[in-house]
């Protein structure tokens, strides 16, 4: 209905794709792009694993926020601790803002963080007949 979607998905043969829309900011500037279209900052894939960021897109940009995300994931910090990471680095700027991030390692395991109570994403496997609500993990920062 409004904002900015991501979408993380894992084939069965563990290729990962990462997908982010256009950046769903209303009021925004004429000419500004955002973060969802920066690879690095809304939107990450490597063959180990993917991030997704919504929010304030600017927050991601000046962070690399999905770049340091999967490149833990690199480093052998799991994806969990990996994407808490990326909220937590957010006490590094001086700007206030929002910040949802979701994860996936090829494993199939998922994490998703963010610093406003009450955000969800939702979970489908081939097992599944619908997706699941879950909430996020909402860091206090
Ligand atoms: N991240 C987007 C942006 O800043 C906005 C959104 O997620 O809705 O452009």
């Not at 997704?52 to 600017?58: H, I, L, P, R, S």
């Amino acid at each position: 209905k409004h904002g900015t979607t991501n979408v993380i998905a894992l084939d069965d043969e563990g290729n990962l794709a990462v997908g982010v829309s256009t950046s769903g900011l209303a009021m925004k500037f004429p000419g500004r792009v955002g973060d969802s279209p920066i690879l690095g900052a809304g939107i990450y894939c490597s063959d180990k694993a993917g991030s997704a960021c919504t929010g304030t897109g600017e927050l991601a940009i000046r962070l690399s926020t999905t770049r340091l995300v999967v490149d833990r994931v690199h480093r052998d910090i799991d994806i969990d601790k990996s994407t808490e990471m990326g909220i937590l680095e957010l006490k590094q700027l001086k700007e206030e803002g929002v910040l949802h991030i979701i994860s996936m390692d090829k494993s199939g395991q998922c994490a998703a963080f963010t610093n406003k109570d009450g955000l969800y994403h939702y979970y489908a496997d081939s097992s599944m007949e619908d997706p699941e609500k879950r909430q996020s993990v909402f860091l206090k920062i």
